[in-house]
Every structure is written in C-alpha cells, then in structure tokens.
C-alpha cells in the first residue's frame, strides 16, 4: 500500500472512484488507507488522496458511519488527521460510531498524543456540535487514561465539569498517582490540583451530610483504602477528619482495611490523629473483628508482594507485632463472633446448651474433643518425622513407628470429625426431618471409608515387618528342599515296612 504512482494513473481515468466504496466494511479508498501504518509512502498518499478529494467527499461515512478522520483518530493517526483536517475542519465534529466525537474516542482508547492535539484543534470542546455529555465523557477517560494535564486544562476551560463527583471514585483507584516516590515528580502537582478542584468543587457546593452519603453511595474512601490510594485519603481527611471514622457495610474504617490489605501509608496516618487514635482501635465490625483480629488474617495482596515464604512471614510478623502495640491491652484478649459454639446455641439466661440433655450432643461434644486431640497429635507426629534423624536405625524402627502414629491419630481425627459433623444434625433435626441427619451421616462415611482404604495397606505393610520379622524372614518355611525331605521320608517308611515283614516270614 502506497503506490501513489499506480492509484494516480487508475483516479485520472476514473475521478469518480475516490468516493466509492472498495469493500463493505472498509468504505472508500482513503478509509483503507488510513488503516495503515504512518510511513513516508502511506502519508505521501494520503496527501495526494485528499488533494484530489472535495470538502464533502472528505465528509463520506462506511458502512460503521465513520468517516476516514475518525477512523484516523481512534487509531492515533496524527500526521493523516491534520492532513485531512487542515482541507476541512468541520471533521472535528462529526461523530462516528457509537454517537462518539474524535476526541472523545482518542481518549477512550488512550491515544495521548491524539487527544492533545485534537483538544487544541476542537476550540476546547467549545462548538455547538458539543454537549455537557461529551465534554464529561472526554475529561472522565482523560482521568482514566491518566492524561491528567489535558484533564486539568479541561477543567480550567469548564469549572462546571468539576460537580461530576464520580471522578473523585476514577482518581482513589490510581495509587500511583499521588506516590511521592514517583519518579516522575513532574506529575504529582498536577494529579493533586485535579482532585483539588474537584473536591473542591463538592466541599463548596455540599454540607458535611451530604458529602458522607455521597462518599458512602459510591464508596470512594474505602475503595482508596483498598487501593492504598494515601494521597488521595490526606487530601480528604484534611477538610473533613470526621470522615477518618465512617464505616462500610461491613463496619470496617479506612484503617481497618488498611490493615487488611497491608497499607502501612493509611496506617501510619494512626500516628497524626491524636485522641482519635483510641477510638480508632475501639471499633469493631460485623464479627466483632477489632484491628487485631484482622491483621491475624493473612493478606493475598502481600503474598503477591513477597517473593519468599520468610520474607512473607516476616512482613506479617512486623504487622501483627505493630498493631498489637498499637492495640490498648484490654482489647488485645477480646474475641470475635467466630468463638466455638454448639449447634442450638445457648440460653441468654445461664449460658448453657440449649440441648445439653440430648445425648446427641453429648456425643458431638466427646468427638469433638477427641478430633481436636487426634488432629493435634497427627500434626506433631508428621512434624517430628520431618525433624527426625535418618539414621539406620531410625529407618528401621523410629520413622516407621512415628508415620504408624500419625496415620492411626489422622485416621481417628477424619473418623470422629464426621461423627461430629453427624451428630450436629442430630441435635438440629432431632425432631423433624429425622431423615436428613441419618442421610448426612451415611455420607459422611465416605471420605473415612476412602481414607482406610487407600491407607491401611501402607499402615500393615508398615507393622508386619517391625513387629513380626517372621513375615519376612520365617525359618520354619522350607521352600528348596520341602518336596524332596517329603519323598525321602516316604521311602523310608516303605523300606522299613519291607524289611520288618521278610524277618517275620523267614521265622515263621
């Protein structure tokens, strides 16, 4: 593509092809061209294309009703849209698919250069072709794109833009917009002054009360939270510190979830509040979680972070032992909703059982001891074999006498675990539905069942030699000479017989 030689030769016989379309999709010869790459050919041919085309020719739409300027646009073909604009200008404001302008299509697909240029060229999104609509549209894909310098001369050329407060939600998941170890320094003012206008612009036209409802309808603190968005937070909490103890749906503050997702940036900001820090720590959510609670959670985002397992386990350590300082002491000891209950419950008046009488849950209670004992044990016996010696003689005796344990104990755990399991409906449905516990309970033999069978030939193969080496090594059991001693013996018995009846012949 390019040979502008051969296309000229083909457009002198037949002018009238410029404005044909050359396939159904691709509409008319400039449309394909300006699918291209931008190479000395392909510029050199649009050039001439668009010499030889008229005002209104330069106006035709294919098939998608785009003209060959948007399509030049969306695509971040520069030096072909200011060819095709610098013959006909009113191209700035004819829109193409999807009801969308140039401009606005150049920042939705992130086109930096292009939507600089066509800002400049479209007076500033100021012509009649332009609606409040768009220009919100063009300045919130700006922000998204983190084109933040055409954003913020967006918004000096339209203050009014700022009331949208949905931006305040696209800027508090950029945390990397207001890192003031960025490296590109350059940048931070001008994200800053973009949520300075458009925080602003809310604090100016709304009360306390109406900022909170807006701040919980769209969950923009919590979501910079959970971004670990710290800029974006100080910048709001230096207007409103009130909003430093408003909570989500699930009772969580900013630094609860600050803890949870490992944000120390959030978290440090404990340290600058004052008497609010008390507070802070007394909160409690819809489990009962205080800060201490949570920060005994393990964090996805920070296995992600870490590279090793030591590393990660000592980066959890340094959080529990901060917060837990941090924690006042009667709040260190304080449990949540998620303490070990029996099924039913128990009365408000005395604390006990609802069903103590039931032996049911007699039986739930014994099994569930039994399974926390059996577990614990197994635990610290596969532990021990992993710390063992290996040495001769504990392969022949230790080793395999500590793997017996530790099968038999797990093999009690998995048993009494699901008779527990059982006996909970048990007590649940001792009345009604009498065939639901005894369903569950025949299924709940299955996985002890699997486990005997896929574990008892390792535990026998495992117990006959160390404890009858005759199941090995058996010197009764003769194998190479049984038949022939057989055959030996036989004869004789019969020689024997033979002699003793010739001697009482002869004498008789």
Known sequence: MGDWETAKLIFDKHPNLVRFNLSKNFGTTLHVVVTAEETELTLNFVKNLVNMMTREELELKNNHSNTAFWVASASGKKKMAKIMIEKNRSLLDIRGNGDYLPLTISAMNGIHNMVKYLYKNSKKMTGDHWTDKDR????????????????????????????????????????????????????????????????????????????????????????????GTT?????????????????????HTIFHIAVMNRHQGIYNLLYEIGSYRNNVCKIRDKGWNNMLHLVGKSSKKMAAKRSGASLLMQRELLWFMEVEAMTPPYLREAKNKDAFTVPGGYKGDNGLPFFIHQRSLLVFVVTDAISLFSSSTSLLVFLSVLTSRHGQQDFMYSLPKKLMIGLLTLFISVATMMVTFSASFFVLYHDELKWLPILISASATLPVLVFAVLQLPLWVDMFRPMYDSRYLFNPKKRMLYATKLRLHANSFHSSYKSIIKRTFFKRG
Not at 152 to 180: C, G, M, W
Not at 231 to 251: A, C, K, Q, S, W
Request: aromatic share 8%; hydrophobic share 45%.
């Open 136 to 227: 919100s549209l063009t300045l919130s894909h700006c922000v998204k794109r983190d084109f933040f310098a055409v954003a913020l001369q967006i918004l000096n050329d339209h203050p009014e833009l700022a009331q949208d407060v949905s931006l305040l939600e696209v800027l508090a998941r950029k945390p990397d917009a207001f890192k003031t170890s960025n490296l590109w320094l350059k940048r931070i003012p001008t994200r800053l002054k973009l949520l300075k206008i458009i925080w602003g612009h809310a604090t100016r036209t709304m009360n306390l009360d109406e900022i909170e409802v807006m701040l919980k309808r769209n969950g923009v603190l919590f979501v910079a939270a959970e971004m």
């Open 231 to 251: 800029g974006f937070i100080v910048e709001l909490l230096r207007t409103y510190p009130n909003l430093m103890l408003d909570r989500n749906e699930d009772g």
